[in-house]
């Protein structure tokens, strides 16, 4: 992995900053690195122990807050920022939309489209997790808690049902009374996905809605086993100029910088 000061700014071309922790962000880090008009920095949050890298240079771990990221935006000689984080990143978000704002800097967002209800499904909206765990806990209902180990704990004194929690790392404190904990990293077939909720006999699914394919599978089996879901629907984000793939987010970016001027004037047409 190359680091960050292995290219000095004088013989690299504009750098550009991903921030990941997504698939698109991973994907776009990708193609981007097999250029040479730009350099790349994907940066990760570093909630998991021992994260899939992207291509590219990359740094892990969290800036220190809205200052920090500024500082580091100049610092760094960032010239343009993606955000490619997880459609429940709230605060990277918000903090990226204003150390942008402070610097000057173009910043595109990449947002995967939410999953949309579609016949056969059986939904049950709510706007965050402790919704989700008034619900389920009213229900006395067994669940599989679908969210990532972050938010286990807004379920963590719903003590009238029994959790199956998956995630990718061991959740920490927090953890419900009756649960069984599975460790396992998306995607995953839909097989799978309907063995795993007929084997433990699951009455209720709880999901973010994160959008994407990767772990799209459980949603289509709970819709085939007629297994309602309670979908937990995303924080809001800052209204900024938004792209849902990343070939938009490649041509956009390409908009913003020319290529063949190398320089940090941007087209107001972007």
């Known amino acids: ?7 000095t700014s004088k013989d690299a071309p504009p750098r550009v900053l991903i921030l990941g ?7 776009l880090a990708a193609r981007l690195a097999e250029r040479t008009d730009f350099t790349v920095i994907s940066s990760l949050a570093g909630r998991v ?6 291509q590219g240079l990359v740094r892990v771990g969290g800036f220190g807050g809205l200052d920090a990221l500024a500082s580091y935006l100049v610092k760094e000689e960032i010239k343009a920022v993606i955000d490619a984080t997880h459609p429940f990143a709230a605060k ?35 706007d965050d997790f402790q919704s989700a765990a008034s619900f389920v806990e009213a229900k006395k209902a067994r669940v599989f808690l679908s969210i990532g180990r972050q938010e286990v704990g807004a379920f963590s004194e719903c003590s009238d049902a029994w959790f199956l929690i998956r995630a990718i790392e061991m959740p920490g404190e927090g953890l419900p009374p009756y649960h069984e904990v599975i460790l396992q990293r998306g995607p995953f077939e839909l097989e ?3 063995h795993l909720l007929r084997k433990y006999s699951i009455d209720y699914l709880v999901s973010k809605n994160s959008g994407g394919s990767a772990t799209y599978t459980k949603i289509e089996a709970a819709r085939s086993l007629k297994i309602p879901v309670v979908m937990i629907n995303r924080p809001l984000k800052p209204a900024v100029p938004c792209v849902g793939t990343v070939e938009e987010a490649i041509e956009r970016l390409e908009c913003l910088m020319p290529a063949a001027s190398g320089a940090s004037n941007y087209s107001e047409e972007c």
């Open 1 to 7: 992995m190359q680091t960050l000061h292995d290219i």
């Open 21 to 27: 922790g997504t698939g698109e962000g991973a994907q």
């Open 49 to 54: 122990g021992e994260p899939k890298l992207p």
């Open 92 to 126: 990277i978000s918000h903090n990226a939309a204003i150390a942008c704002s402070r610097t000057g800097l173009p910043l595109i967002a990449l947002r995967r489209p939410p999953w949309g209800k579609i016949d056969g499904d059986l939904w049950h909206e709510v």
């Open 192 to 194: 799978d996905e309907l």
